[in-house]
């Protein structure tokens, strides 16, 4: 019963497939390999046009690039105040931006909303003391388990066009949102107005492989640089490459996301039915919140289940647990068994 | 024939075979792994002490990291002008110091020298306007391709100490340096002076793996910090742990490091014997930098040999290439055979 | 009638008397001078302890090196949301600090709360995703115009040595609030757990000068080196050292403060007399933040008065600005005459 | 005797007394004042068009706050070994640009030459691991003293733009330059190809002021917002622009320089007579560096005169100070007197 989150999960067999197909003889190094050249490919592919895309080893490395990229260190990147990048990431884009401001607002479960990023920017000051706002920043999923919607991306898009402020998408759980939504990638971002993306990969099935990928020439401009200074230049680069091709091909992707979206239907179904159990909000990827009763969530620690307890910063007034209770959070991946989630819903259901 | 490079290859099998081991089931996230607490113990034992270990996936990362945990933003960290840290991490450790001076003094082969950096550090100025000298690094092998003795590393950690400055080992070849010593890890380090290490893996064997060994525990202290805030760590955490298990298991890691030694010296023995062709530095590990007439050079590439032709700033003066030469560089690894070797000094042979 | 600022006016006589006997003749540069000499002993005297004095032109300047050395580039200082260290100087404790977060909690009347604090730490993740809390910052006044008392500050400090974070204390009007308290300087710092000050100089009658005053010597280690780096060193040293013999001499310093804040109490006895002007918040120093009728504000503005609307984020619900009101700061400095303020109440009784 | 620095005497007559003239009244701050704006037509006039004009401080902020408007944090500045922006301040480009590197180059007496800067930068790499060079920094007095030509800048310019780097001149005695040359200062900077100038102010009679000068509209973009979060935005505006009406009205500015550089000539004509003395480099502002006995070193220690030995590093093989001598610098200012030349150099002759 392993709900902790999706990256206590080792690599796919394709991916890892890929890797192996990859490793023999001589490539040359930092990018310059002749995988890289095909992964090119399929994103242009995939996202129905030409992109530029820089490949690196970690979540936190493609975000922080991203918005260092969009931010000048005197400017402010502006997020929901669950944002990954503000809370999860120790700094890291205050760190590759130079000392940029993450400015937080306040949102509906985890979504950065249009009309309140609008009236925030609209009252800045004009002042030189005040940082300009010069970006913003969506989890797609979010950070309470959300996907925007197209149309949500686009009215985000639409505000920060008008202030001039760059969009990023943090795409960790992208695939789960995008199976989800039924759209394609490019509607998900360029069509709805994104202007840079991090393409997670690495917790729907790769070894350690986040793709950033750049629909404005201009935010690609120096990028390999702030990626070699950031240490985040792969050496023997299509080992990382690779991990895309046995990612994409087949849509392999895909297929993990739906199951694991479909592992997290199954808890949410089951978990919904159990009284004293309710989930404030809408599970549409692979991540559920439960709150629960604090008994619930003892039995289910003591029967082993391995999950956290969630911070309930977001949860409307009405839905906050109360005295007895807690949130907690389950994480479903692409080796979530329908096993493991029965057993869970099971003991849940029992110490109810 | 290919010498461009060691990060040109791809992982060794039992590298890749520990991963492929280490890959199914769940695990901790983040290095909280099982696997990581194994390698801790090989570490330790490797280097005969208590050492703790952080594990990231490049060695500019690992480089960066070390410097940052040396070197406020207002001191200097000193190394010899060819270091690999000041002139090809595309200023990664000003980044992560948040804009420390590598200050760069000449030095021979390579080589930082201990009255060079004596005289150097006693004639800065003691006013606040002057960056205070806190750190220096050496690599090993160095640029130049030679591998300090133990002797060496301790006069210069003599000079460090008795100026207060903390010391760096850029171990990107760390094992082909030790072999050539014949010397053990303790002895190449901490019993030497050096107060960090970079312990390098990628280029001798592993997919994308770097240790950073410290043996002196402040250095360590906020280096969780500063590895999550450099995008440096790596989510499923075991797939890199695993790397060393294959890596450090059955001395493998030395094994790689002798292959691509013998494969050197087999280059020079091969090259020095042509009329024409000198080698201005020693062959102390797996990089060879023959000087050439340029028809030599030309006929190789021509033959399809890859390998880069190298700045000649450390040669001494009486060594440097003539109007018609030019001196190359060649690096060998685990995978390099006797037939490439063979084949590039029969064509550099017919060339001369 | 110029209320837009306390730093609209000049410098005062006694502080430009004594830049004028300081200027002839020869000293040493960069604050070797003798008068900084005088100036340090002081600020001993004025704090009846050693402390550890460093002068810089700009406030920003001042609260920027403090919070630089009191806060790691992964750490985090707290401060209210209203604070002049977040808002207001455009990112400079980003900037000196390396990329430290500013995080800011909601408190009263622009204080920071001790059990707000104290939750928001106990709360904080122990992983090491998460900024750790290593330092708060108060305002004295602060940004609603509050001063706090000592008891409030031991409260403060309670908490933070709990936590083991340091305390600075942004003492931009740190004479009007002392004046207002009727403390001693010892009592509204160190006595009451304050590690590092701002003082204030500039608003209150210098021509450019702060002072940083460090009680905990650890934080002055690197100071000297911090300022020049920030080029916060003045070359002509006792230009500086010398405002401060005539700022504090004779108690002019308090006298100035003394009398700003009389003309505040002024203000504020003229304005809430007038019906439909109320005042959300207490005064307690030199501000006053009056909630009027739109068209008062309009009347007071046609009449040539200077000053500004000011948000209301921290004004309490019920005393909020309605539809047709305003709030709007008035600050009276050293040179505020009686005259200016009658008039300025004279016009609002009239438009009210 | 009084050469140490010409930032040990005070401000000049003229600039206090615009200080004291500006002093009454109200005025906005932050540099919104109506002197500021007399003072920008001042330099439109004197540089014969339009500039754009950002007061500070100190140099250090001037400099610093140049060299990050015109390089990233991943590219190079490059200037001249001996140059200020690299030994003297500490590392404030690298904070203020977040990293970027300096640069320096081998050049004659502190002079950035044209083929050296081309050789360095046609040789560098391009590949991402190398920081591109992105700006140079030149020096006017150079650190040696020397006064670059026009002509000398404009060569420098043309290596410079063929690279698209921007150039800066670091005009801390600007004004001591320029009476030299007897050139405009518009020929001395922008019509031989500087893009942005530390105009100096500080050393040769003002306060502690410093304008930073514009002649490319797109540097100066984000100045007031780099200018504030380093600091360096002064609250009471207008009693820093009010130097520069002092520091300008009646060429007073080219007066003091030219008190200056005179007494510095009247110091070569006398030592240069004295057997045994002699001076390696020109004599072209107000600097003097003589090689003098030892003896006559200590002579005029003991006879008072506040004076520094000075590296020798950029002298001429040929014109090294032998075992028995050394090298001084000696500055003069607009206070020196013919007297205390004189005197000086009677101690030098006695002690010869």
Redesign the interface.
């Given at each position: 019963m392993?709900f902790?989150?999706d990256?206590?999960?080792?690599?796919s067999q394709p991916v890892?497939d890929a890797?192996?197909a990859?490793?023999?003889?001589?490539?040359?190094?930092?990018g310059a390999d002749s995988v890289k050249k095909r992964v090119d490919k399929m994103f242009c592919d995939l996202f129905e046009r030409d992109v530029q895309v820089f490949l690196?080893?970690?979540?936190?490395?493609?975000n922080?690039?991203c918005v260092s990229a969009m931010t000048?260190?005197?400017?402010m990147c502006i997020s929901n105040e669950e944002s990954h990048i503000n809370?999860?990431?120790?700094?890291?884009p205050?760190?590759?931006?130079?000392?940029?401001?993450?400015m937080t607002l306040k949102g509906d479960k985890g979504r950065l909303l249009p009309d309140v990023l609008d009236a925030y920017v609209r009252?800045l000051s004009p002042?030189?003391?005040?940082?300009?706002a010069k970006s913003i920043s969506v989890s797609q999923l979010n950070e309470c388990g959300i996907a925007y919607t197209p149309d949500e991306i686009a009215a985000l898009s639409d505000v920060a066009k008008k202030y001039r402020l760059w969009m990023h998408m943090d795409g960790a759980r992208f695939a789960n949102a995008l199976v989800h939504r039924k759209v394609t990638p490019a509607e998900m971002t360029w069509k709805s107005g994104v202007d840079i993306l991090s393409f997670g990969a690495?917790?729907n099935g790769a070894?350690?492989a986040e793709a950033i990928v750049v629909f404005r020439p201009e935010l690609a401009e120096?990028m390999?640089?702030?990626?070699?200074?950031?240490?985040?230049?792969?050496?023997?680069g299509?080992?990382?490459s690779s991990q895309f091709i046995g990612y994409l091909e087949n849509d392999h992707w895909l297929s993990n996301a739906r199951h694991a979206n479909a592992m997290a239907a199954e808890l949410k179904a089951g978990l919904e039915k159990i009284p004293g159990i309710r989930l404030p909000w809408e599970v549409e990827g692979n991540e559920v919140f439960p709150v629960m009763p604090r008994k619930v969530f003892k039995a289910l620690k003591d029967a082993g289940a391995?999950f956290y307890e969630w911070?309930t910063r977001s949860v409307a007034a009405a839905d906050k647990p109360g005295a007895d209770e807690t949130m907690a959070r389950l994480v479903t991946s692409f080796?979530t068994t329908a096993d493991e989630v029965a057993q869970f819903v099971d003991v849940a259901a029992k110490a109810a």
């Open positions: 392993h902790g989150s990256n206590i999960v080792g690599a890892l890797i192996l990859a490793n023999s003889g001589a490539e040359p190094s930092y690196v080893a970690t979540g936190t490395g493609a922080a690039l000048p260190p005197w400017g809370g999860e990431e120790t700094g890291a205050e760190l590759y931006t130079g000392g940029a401001k993450l009252n002042g030189f003391y005040q940082m300009p690495t917790k070894l350690a120096a390999e640089y702030r990626r070699k200074r950031a240490g985040q230049t792969i050496s023997k299509r080992l990382l391995v911070p080796q």
